[in-house]
């Protein structure tokens, strides 16, 4: 369990969702934004996609709002969710850890009814 604060969600869809995003997440977005020129004026963009060992994987890039997106205003960053991905982060949290296993943003699912060992990848 972290010990990180997190910080408080705003979603702006009319559909319960809720996707927590810790402060070192909020810091480490607001830092790849400032040095990465494409980031400019982008929100993170959280996504579940098909893959790694265990069915699903989390995804992360800056990318533009899309129709149907659910827009979360946390810590001063915007994060957005298409429709399909948020049935597979309603409750999750977004963390940045930083391990011997590497550094990356990772998630804390409830939704997942399994996962691997790297924690990369989730079954829900």
């Not at 402060?23 to 607001?30: F, N, Q, T, W």
């Not at 309603?90 to 060992?117: H, I, L, M, Q, W």
């Amino acid at each position: 369990m972290s010990s990180t604060p997190e910080t408080a969600t705003q979603a702006t869809s009319p559909s319960v969702f809720i996707l927590s995003v810790t402060d070192r997440a909020v810091s480490k977005v607001r830092e790849f934004a400032a040095r990465m020129p494409e980031a400019a004026g982008k929100p993170l963009r959280v996504f579940i996609q098909g893959g790694g060992c265990s069915g699903f994987q989390y995804g992360f890039t800056f990318d533009e709002k899309k129709e149907g997106d659910t827009v979360i205003e946390t810590g001063g960053i915007e994060v957005v969710v298409d429709p399909q991905s948020a049935q597979y982060l309603k409750d999750a949290k977004v963390d940045y850890v930083e391990d011997f296993r590497g550094a990356g943003f990772s998630v804390t699912n409830p939704n997942a009814t399994g996962g691997c060992g790297c924690g990369k990848s989730f079954q829900a």
